[in-house]
């Protein structure tokens, strides 16, 4: 969603469709692979100043610190997160690593060091973006997010293109649920 958003709003976004979409993110993934081998390969990273690419959580540890960021981090509900990963491991015929609540709290983990870490980096700028609220009031958070970025976007084209109809594995969905699932 996010990455729709910045390319909706006129910035230059770093991708290379070749994760293609699916049932689970039927307007498409919106990566670039060489994020994924930023710890062996970060030649790539300078063609990407003043441009936007997608990179999940664990590999910001990895980003060179001789270059500044700024990060918009994506929040959303852990409930959601893993449930989502469940079904899109499911789908393909993969077991998750892990129950649930197990992944829960591996994530929680994970995001706390993540926290940890970022709060020391005098060279990224980290901006938190709730996921729930970007569905919620579009405009507004597109108006927030270009402030950040000290870009002058098109807010509205930002907000049109978010889609509250690809919200899925909504925490309060799942926890009916897990109260009407039989226990171990």
Excluded at 151 to 166: K, N, Q
């Amino acid at each position: 969603m996010m990455m729709r958003m910045l390319d909706a709003g006129g910035m230059d976004v770093v991708t290379d469709n070749v994760r293609r979409a699916d049932i689970d993110n039927p307007r498409g993934y919106w990566e670039y692979e060489p994020v994924k081998r930023i710890a062996e390969d970060a030649s790539w990273l300078p063609a990407t100043c003043g441009r936007a690419f997608k990179m999940v959580s664990m590999l910001l540890l990895r980003l060179p610190a001789d270059y500044s960021y700024r990060v918009l981090f994506m929040e959303r509900d852990l409930r959601e997160v893993v449930a989502s990963q469940r079904k899109m491991l499911e789908r393909q015929g993969r077991e998750p690593a892990a129950p649930d609540a197990r992944m829960e709290t591996m994530f929680a983990n994970h995001l706390a060091q993540v926290d940890a870490w970022l709060a020391g980096r005098e060279n990224m700028a980290l901006f938190r973006v709730p996921f729930v609220e970007v569905l919620a009031e579009p405009e507004a958070w597109a108006a927030r997010i270009g402030e950040f970025l000290g870009r002058d976007l098109d807010i509205r084209a930002m907000a049109r293109v978010v889609d509250p109809s690809l919200y899925r594995n909504r925490a309060a969905e799942l926890d009916t649920e897990r109260q009407c699932s039989p226990g171990p």
